[in-house]
């Protein structure tokens, strides 16, 4: 059973940044798709980015240019950095892993989930 623990999020002033962490412990097969997703309470989950074993990476339109999806296998620890923040990032940020995925594709099936980090940016 894989676990996901996430850090990092915090309260930000608007056009700060932040990195979150989350720790992947557990077993991941040799493919699988890892992904940063958000949600305001009220409100539709959004897919934030995501990342695959063979470290392709794709990132939301509401956020490409400013976050960036990255993981480091040696220390099994997926990262999102987040720049330039906006008012409209608040939310809880989660990271998932669909394991046994060759890619990452919309619509698929993320088994396991961190317990969620808050991030809240202040204008």
């Known amino acids: 059973q894989v676990q996901l623990a996430e850090s990092g999020g915090t309260s930000v002033q608007a056009g700060g940044s932040l990195r979150l962490s989350c720790v992947v412990s557990?077993?991941?097969?040799?493919?699988?798709?890892l992904a940063w997703f958000r949600q305001v309470l009220g409100k539709e989950r959004e897919e934030v980015a995501t990342i695959d074993a063979a470290g392709s990476a794709s990132h939301a339109d509401s956020v490409k240019g400013r976050f960036t999806i990255s993981q480091d296998n040696t220390t099994n620890t997926l990262s999102l950095q987040m720049n330039s923040l906006k008012p409209e990032d608040t939310a809880m940020y989660y990271c998932?892993?669909?394991?046994?995925?060759?890619?990452?594709?919309?619509?698929?099936?993320?088994?396991?989930w961190g317990q969620g980090t808050q991030v809240t940016v202040s204008s």
């Open positions: 557990g077993p991941l097969f040799r493919y699988y798709c």
């Open positions: 998932a892993v669909a394991s046994g995925a060759f890619r990452c594709v919309p619509g698929l099936r993320y088994g396991s």
